[in-house]
């Protein structure tokens, strides 16, 4: 290996012209001060023990607010232990670093060195060798040259791509559990179920719902689902409101789908998916904090603003006999983002080919 | 006692040579040289920061449970006592408020891992803007870009792993995107779910590949990336006595060793102070994983703002009248989803990942480049980098659209249709000037080879005029300034041959034609010898 070092009194010549400039060669070394003063140096030195004193000192700080300081359960107290630890690792670790920088800066030779790079491309011997040496392979194989064999190698070709499928089919196959893609079409909502509170479950009084109030809503018996309870809660969620019913334009088709001002609408956002819940009272407006997409509650919650397309499906709800909301139905089409069969899944033929649905303001 | 550790080091030193020949190795290696530049250490702080996660990661194993099992919260926190958690986030809390460390050791892997991804990302932006990825590091730059990739699933897939609130919301957005794809995103959905959102294995999956694959992934190819490092010997910027075929620098034993060793314990220091003081993803806050509640201003980390800018930006009705989803056939296309979270970083990232490809076209240049070009020598790779960055801040302020007008009293509804001309104006400006400032520079530096530094010394000349008196520059100053390549639009065969038959492959040498005259028609040329010979000439008359 060729080196060369930075020289201390000329440069070596630059070998390389550009633009017609000679290359000036490396500039001088230049001395640091504990190069040529030995007091300098000594200082150097016991700076750095004194940094690497500071790591010991933060490893015996870590361990020691471990061991000594106790956690409560205020928390006050546990923010406190682990910031003592913290600190004790910070000056650990700071201390060596530091240290070892310093040392390397102030006492460490710093001659810049020359060393030659080599084009990486391998001798044209080299190359011929490969090729020599991959074409006697491929002869005594079998797989090129004068005795090729095709077959064979067609034949193992098609088992190395196939072999994977071995593995991959019956884990990929696996993971999608029963592939029962219509469940996205699909709530546990049904006719006569009960409206009722989220998280608490209970029922909800047409007289409850106040002219501008909100309701965050679950379906009845969501609470006492044994399995699945969360995934059935993701599509099921509702918001119940109250319009002054001269606010509220009825949507052609569902005029019975709403009972004197109380309407209610999924709660999934049509775009991807957040909940929408910030309903702003004087405007009517439903705004999705994940990408703002504002839906009209007034006009059958079309899209105002943002990047949702389709309105939020409506829950076509009715009043029963003792004054409980319910629902008339399960949605009439699928609730939250748009995927490639919703509309085989949509079935009020409200569906957004016909004008009726979607806006444009 | 020094005369019998020497001869321990040397009698281990014979052992393992013996057995592995190790010696040929450590020689070459010892003394091999590095470039010193503080720019080189974007690198190595993203590698520092990669072994801090390993180490942080390997405590919260300890106590995590990767788990979606329901069970009522019992433990010191007050404000969660009997709610329905997934043992996951309980595990979290548990972990942050009974163990003791449990907490920072959880800040320090997250502030780590934004740490990672920043340092990636300007790493990644110094070795664009120095044109490092030239012959022969290209590939070298494929494998950081997979790198960098990786990054971003790995900081995802942990980001999740908590069940907080604002997670669970950050895995239904990715859901309803997987569920955009054409045709097989319903099923990618129940793959990676298990079934329907939320499901109750996506927890246990996100665990294996958070701290299995993607770890395991970016360890091969971290290994991969510094091997090649080593092969091609760093590059370096331009000085006297550097050129393409040397490297000047610092040996590895003992310089850089303790440099860069001790470099990783400033890292290492400063991630665990600041853990130790900022608080963040404070989960309990935000509570359990439940479809229903919402919180305003949720942000993914920063690294993942850009795809939520995109989101938002992109509007379902475009102009108000055309429908951003089509329903065609009976069969919905989501473009609303589709061109922001799909098409529009596919695109991004495929032109990063083939960029060292594009600019090799458009030079036509066969050699190995080891001296990093100054970013203004550049201009148009330097406008293309500032133009994509701008592309990125627009996308990453949209995505904080809602804090930003929270805090300047803007509209949050004027605020995204500014953004949405902008993403396509503010690039193209950001661009436009780039080249301009560069080409400014340029001038600047052939004013100084040619006329050399203004001194601020005034004198005054026997005919009366003033004039301020000019230093020339020292060889070396010079040398900097002028030692760039001065590369000029391709030129390339005539479409017919003599005999009139049409050429080969001419269509492709008109394409490289006319990336390298967008690249090189307008430039300024550095300082020739002889052009300072007649400057200096005309000087004194
Ligand atoms: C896990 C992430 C990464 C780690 C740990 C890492 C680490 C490093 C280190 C330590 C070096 C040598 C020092 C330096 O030049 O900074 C280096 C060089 C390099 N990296 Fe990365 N890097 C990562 C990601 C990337 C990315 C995203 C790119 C670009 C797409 C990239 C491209 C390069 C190139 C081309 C070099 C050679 C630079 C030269 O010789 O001037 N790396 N990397
Ligand atoms: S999920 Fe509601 S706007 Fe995106």
């Known amino acids: 290996m060729s080196t060369t070092e930075n020289p201390t009194e000329h440069g070596p010549e630059g070998s390389e012209k550009q633009n017609g400039f000679e290359n000036p060669g490396l500039p001088y070394h230049r001395p640091r001060r504990a190069d040529v003063d030995p007091k300098a140096d000594k200082k150097a030195e016991r700076q750095t023990a004194a940094l690497f004193g500071v790591s010991i000192v933060g490893t015996i700080v870590a361990i020691g607010s471990y061991m000594a300081l106790d956690m409560t359960d205020e928390i006050d107290s546990i923010r406190f232990v682990n910031m003592a630890i913290g600190i004790g690792i910070f000056l650990a670790m700071i201390g060596i670093g530091l240290g070892a920088i310093h040392w390397a800066k102030t006492l460490m030779r710093d001659h810049e060195m020359v060393e030659e790079r080599h084009a990486l491309r391998s001798s044209d011997e080299a190359r011929e060798g490969a090729i020599q040496n991959l074409k006697d392979g491929a002869e005594d194989s079998g797989l090129g040259g004068v005795k090729r064999r095709p077959v064979l190698i067609g034949s193992m070709l098609t088992a190395l791509l196939a072999a994977p499928l071995a593995l991959l089919w019956p884990q990929i196959g696996n993971m999608g559990a029963d592939w029962n893609i219509s469940n996205f079409g699909h709530t546990m909502w049904r006719k006569g179920m009960r409206l009722t509170r989220d998280p608490d479950g209970t029922p909800i009084k047409a007289s409850d719902v106040t002219i501008g109030s909100a309701f965050h809503v679950i379906p009845e018996g969501l609470n006492e689902l044994e399995h699945h309870k969360i995934e059935e809660k993701a599509k099921a969620v509702v918001l119940l409101l109250r319009l002054d019913p001269r606010d509220l334009n009825l949507q052609p088709g569902r005029e019975d789908w709403s009972f004197d001002g109380i309407i209610a609408f999924s709660k999934i956002c049509t775009h991807v998916g957040c909940p929408v819940a910030l309903y702003e009272q004087q405007t009517h407006h439903l705004l999705c904090p994940c990408h703002q997409s504002t839906f009209d509650v007034a006009n059958g919650a079309k899209v105002v603003f943002g990047p949702a397309k389709r309105p939020l499906p409506q829950l076509p709800i009715a009043v029963d006999d003792e004054g409980y909301i319910v629902a008339q139905s399960d949605f009439h089409e699928p609730i939250g983002p748009s995927y490639w069969t919703r509309l085989h899944d949509t079935s009020d033929g409200l569906h957004a080919d016909d004008d009726t649905e979607g806006s444009s303001h | ?541």
């Open chain 2, 1 to 541: 006692m020094g005369a019998r550790l020497d001869s321990a080091a040397a009698g281990t030193a014979n052992y393992i040579d013996e057995r592995t020949s190790i010696g040929g190795f450590v020689k070459f290696f010892a003394r091999k040289l590095f470039p010193d530049h503080w720019s080189f250490m974007l690198g190595e702080i993203a590698l520092y920061s990669f072994i801090v996660l390993l180490l942080s990661g390997v405590f919260l194993t300890a106590f995590f449970v990767p788990s979606m099992t329901i069970v009522e919260y019992d433990g010191p926190l007050a404000t969660m006592q009997g709610v329905e958690m997934s043992e996951a986030f309980a595990s979290t809390l548990h972990m942050s408020f009974e163990v003791p460390g449990g907490l920072l050791m959880r800040q320090i892997h997250h502030w780590a891992a934004l740490l990672f991804t920043a340092a990636i990302v300007t790493h990644m932006a110094r070795v664009f803007f120095t044109g490092a990825f030239r012959k022969p590091r290209e590939l070298n730059w494929l494998v950081g870009f997979t790198l960098m990739i990786l990054s971003l699933a790995a900081g995802f897939s942990g980001y999740s792993l908590p069940d907080d609130v604002l997670s669970g919301n950050g895995l239904r957005i990715i859901e309803g995107v997987t569920r955009s794809i054409p045709i097989v995103g319903e099923y990618i959905s129940y793959w990676i779910f298990g079934g329907e959102f939320p499901g109750e294995i996506l927890i246990p999956r996100l665990f294996t590949m958070h701290i299995l694959l993607v770890p395991g992934l970016i360890l091969v190819l971290i290994a991969l990336h510094l091997f090649l490092v080593f092969l091609h010997k760093h590059t370096q910027y331009p000085g006297g006595g550097r050129t393409h075929k040397n490297v000047v620098g610092l040996p590895l034993f003992p310089v850089y060793t303790a440099k860069a060793g001790g470099f990783f314990f400033v890292v290492f220091g400063i991630v665990a102070l600041v853990a130790a003081i900022f608080t963040i993803n404070p989960v309990w806050n935000y509570g359990p994983y439940d479809p229903s509640p919402v919180s305003a201003g949720t942000q993914p980390d920063w690294y993942i703002l850009f795809v939520d800018g995109a989101l938002r930006l992109m509007p379902g009705w475009l102009f108000d009248v055309i429908p951003m989803e089509w329903e065609i056939w009976g069969y919905t296309l989501s473009w609303n989803l589709l061109v922001p979270a799909l098409i529009l970083p596919g695109l991004f990232f495929g032109f990063l990942a083939l960029y060292p490809w594009i600019e090799a076209w458009a030079t036509g240049d066969r050699g190995e480049k080891h001296v990093l070009d100054r970013p203004r020598n550049a201009p148009v790779r330097t406008g293309i980098g500032v133009a994509l960055i701008t592309f990125y801040v627009v996308l990453v302020m949209e995505g904080s659209n809602d804090i930003i007008a929270n805090l300047f009293h803007l509209s949050l509804n004027d605020l995204t249709y500014f953004f949405r001309i902008g993403i396509f104006v503010l690039p193209a400006l950001a661009f436009w000037i780039t080249r301009r400032i560069c080409f400014g520079l340029q001038r600047k530096d052939r004013e100084l080879v040619l006329h050399g530094k203004e001194t601020g010394r005034i004198v005054r000349h026997e005919h009366g005029e003033y004039v301020e008196v000019h230093e020339p520059l020292t060889d070396e100053e010079r040398w900097v300034l002028i030692q760039h390549d001065d590369i000029a639009p391709l030129e390339i065969e005539p479409e017919f041959n003599d005999r009139g038959v049409r050429r080969k492959g001419y269509r492709w040498d008109r394409f490289k034609q006319w990336l390298s005259r967008i690249y090189f028609e307008k430039r300024i040329s550095p300082v020739t010898a002889e052009e300072l010979a007649e400057a200096q000439e005309h000087g004194h008359h």
